[in-house]
């Protein structure tokens, strides 16, 4: 089960990652886009049977994910302020408009909370201290994978399309999320590494690179402003592909999902080549919260 842990301008597209922290233009833009998931997310609610199943979070109902986002939502903006928060999801209200409400209400707050701070501003984050813009980015992915969820449940199509964003969210997990889980001991670093390519985007990944659950620019910060040195955060490099016995390669939104565990390998957007044995163990991570 899940962890806790459109209103942009026509025409931009956030140039989305980790430089955030750096940019101002760059976090507002990226709080732009979380703006619009959250907006997407609400008016799908709206429509959404609260009482319907969410497939890719089972047990839970369309209530208990609402309440989990927007309590995840409340938690990060608290995280940001550094300030002390249980992160445990609310289990009301559950009354549909109430909820409606309260989902909306908590989105304020994030959104409310991270444009006063400013992206520099000094936050708690989950990799130890760092810029409130680390912020900006995860809720962003969290918001978009829930937005998932959501539109599942609802029978809809998902209503953000843009393989930037997507791309991104792989991004986090490689970098971020996954050796997060290796040095909290969640899971055990991958013996065998999976090459993922974003064919949508030009861009491609080694998940389980040596850099996974060590300390350094993996960690969720530049080793200097802007600057992201590609084999240490475990993106593939030239040499890569010759390391990994599997790759698998699709859109960036089926990788993304894939890798936060809402598509299986048999995807029929996802293409795999190599070891599947190899790929299932990473995916058996688990390689995110």
Do not use: I, K, N
């Not at 609260?50 to 047990?59: D, F, H, W």
């Not at 908590?106 to 909370?113: G, N």
């Amino acid at each position: 089960m899940p962890a806790p842990e459109t209103r942009a301008a026509a025409g931009t597209r956030p140039t989305v990652g980790p430089a955030a922290a750096a940019d101002p233009a760059v976090g507002a833009a990226l709080l732009d886009a979380l703006a619009a998931a959250q907006d997407a997310f609400a008016a799908l609610l709206a429509e959404a049977d609260p009482a319907a199943p969410v497939p890719g979070c089972a047990p839970w109902t369309v209530t208990d994910l609402a309440l989990h986002l927007g309590g995840v939502h409340r938690w990060a903006a608290a995280m940001a302020r550094r300030e002390d928060d249980d992160g445990v999801d609310p289990v009301e209200p559950r009354e549909p408009e109430a909820l409606r409400a309260f989902y909306r209400e908590q989105a304020d707050v994030l959104q409310d909370t991270l444009r006063s701070l400013g992206p520099d501003a000094p936050a708690s984050t989950l990799v130890g201290p760092g810029p409130a813009a680390f912020w900006h980015r995860r809720q962003l992915h969290e918001t978009l994978v829930h937005l998932h969820d959501l539109a599942a449940a609802a029978g809809a199509p998902h209503p953000v399309a843009d393989p930037a964003l997507w791309v991104d969210t792989v991004d986090e997990v490689v970098t971020v999320m996954t050796p997060r889980q290796v040095r909290l001991g969640r899971m055990a670093a991958l013996g065998r590494p999976v090459r993922l390519v974003a064919d949508d985007a030009g861009r491609s990944w080694l998940l389980g690179a040596p850099a996974d659950g060590q300390p350094g620019p993996a960690d969720g910060q530049p080793s200097r402003a802007g600057a992201w040195p590609e084999a240490a955060a475990g993106a593939a490099s030239p040499s890569a592909p010759d390391a990994a016995p599997v790759t698998v390669a699709g859109p960036a939104r089926a990788l993304a999902l894939l890798l936060w565990g809402r598509t299986p390998a048999d995807d029929p957007a996802l293409t795999v080549t190599g070891d599947r044995a190899a790929l299932a163990a990473a995916l058996a991570g688990p390689l995110t919260p």
